[in-house]
């Protein structure tokens, strides 16, 4: 009885000489070869990639995802955030976090100068920031007619936008538990005899420099105060 000879999973013919075993299955030497430079793969260690073999320098320079923020290969051990980004392990103790997002934010990625943000803010969160009380009002409206479509009309008052740095918000927090919250209602106490009346709420104050998704949540948020 002939013995059975293994086939070459590639070209699919008997294997008369030495062969190479490898992914669940034998190969002819000439034949188990590098899905990147399509040369053999002599070595006993390779990568593999979507069912197909690599050189290791072949994987490492052509197929291996890439770092967000050093853009060196990633190879063995790397993080992933919520977001998808990618990256070296060591950077999750070198770079700060953004303060609205998460994301880590580089050297390179932060802000210069003596405009720069009080937080640390990301490229991404920097793009879309509200600034201005002419960015903010627009997106107040919105929020306001989203608000109104869901039965809140607040008694018709007519509520105002207060774009304010950390010290006001801090001021207008500091009566209260979250002092560090991004808005707040805006009011005015009435007293009588030094005992309080009344209290009547004008609007929301909202931080400056929130990305505009972030800003949006948090008008609501304050709205709900009203």
């Not at 290969?73 to 060591?90: K, S």
Request: with cysteine; net charge neutral; charged share 15%.
């Amino acid at each position: 009885m002939m013995p059975v000879r293994p086939i070459c999973k590639r070209c699919g013919q008997p294997i008369l000489g030495s062969y190479f075993t490898a992914l669940g299955a034998t190969w002819h030497p000439e034949h188990f070869v590098c899905a990147a430079c399509g040369l053999p793969i002599t070595e006993t260690s390779f990568h593999v990639y979507q069912d197909a073999p690599y050189h290791v320098e072949c994987y490492t320079n052509q197929v291996a995802p890439r770092c967000a923020y050093c853009n060196k290969p990633l190879v063995g051990e790397y993080l992933i955030d919520h977001w998808g980004t990618l990256y070296c392990t060591e950077h999750q103790h070198e770079y700060p976090p953004c303060a609205f997002c998460g994301r880590l934010v580089s050297p390179q990625q932060r802000e210069q100068g003596p405009g720069s943000s009080e937080s640390i803010r990301c490229p991404i969160c920097r793009a879309s920031a509200v600034e201005t009380s002419a960015e903010a009002e627009p997106l107040f409206r919105q929020v306001k007619q989203w608000v109104s479509s869901q039965g809140l009309t607040y008694n018709n008052l007519p509520l105002s936008l207060v774009l304010c740095g950390r010290a006001r918000l801090a001021q207008l927090l500091s009566e209260r538990s979250h002092v560090h919250a991004l808005g707040a209602t805006v009011s005015s106490t009435y007293r009588q005899n030094g005992h309080p009346v009344r209290t009547e709420v004008s609007g929301v104050a909202v931080l400056q420099g929130l990305p505009a998704t972030l800003f949006q949540g948090i008008t609501v948020h304050e709205l709900g105060h009203v």
